[in-house]
């Protein structure tokens, strides 16, 4: 064989012996074993009705609201969605716990962008999909600008699966205030 082919060809097989460390992506892969559970996500929404706050999870085969309770995902019959006005509505048959009963629940989203993510997040658990996006976002930093560490503690993939649906992450606000707007975000009642 030529020396010149031999000669570069030995070469690069001795550097990926040695240089296996750079065969990885180093800082840009997820911790191995993250998306075992499956894709996890929360949703901040209205219940039922408009200004009844509540918070949906989905884990694994789960999806449940916050301090209630949820179904399982062999538990889903259907889904219907409707928009009236600003108002996104998003409607989930399932069997009951008794596997008597159908029921319907009812979501509701006044903002397009956190419907959409409600959506994704959504069909990714009915179809059982590990996609890491777009769930992996801290949840209070998803903007453009660089804001990571204002998720509050939530991000579901910095913190242990979640055993107990009744366990609460939500804080209600003080009487008369809106812990969400810029004057009262960042005061010591709305902590």
Known sequence: MNRRV???????AIATCFNHAKA???????PVGIFNDGAKSYHDAWCRRIKKKCRVRFQGKAMWVEGQGGIQRSQYLGYKFDLEGQEYY???SYKSNNGKERKEALFLFAHAKAHREFQRAFIRWTQQEAS??????????????????????????DNPPITDWSEK????????INCN???YRNKP???
């Open 169 to 176: 992450t939500t804080k209600e606000s003080p009487p008369g």
């Open 90 to 92: 998003n409607y989930i």
């Open 181 to 183: 707007s810029p004057v």
């Open 6 to 12: 031999l000669l570069p060809l030995l070469l690069s």
């Open 132 to 157: 890491p996006i777009p769930n992996y976002r801290y949840p209070n930093s998803q903007g453009p600008q660089d804001t990571q560490g204002r998720d509050e503690g939530l991000n579901p993939y």
């Open 24 to 30: 990885d992506f180093g800082d840009a892969d997820f």
């Open 189 to 191: 009642m709305c902590r």
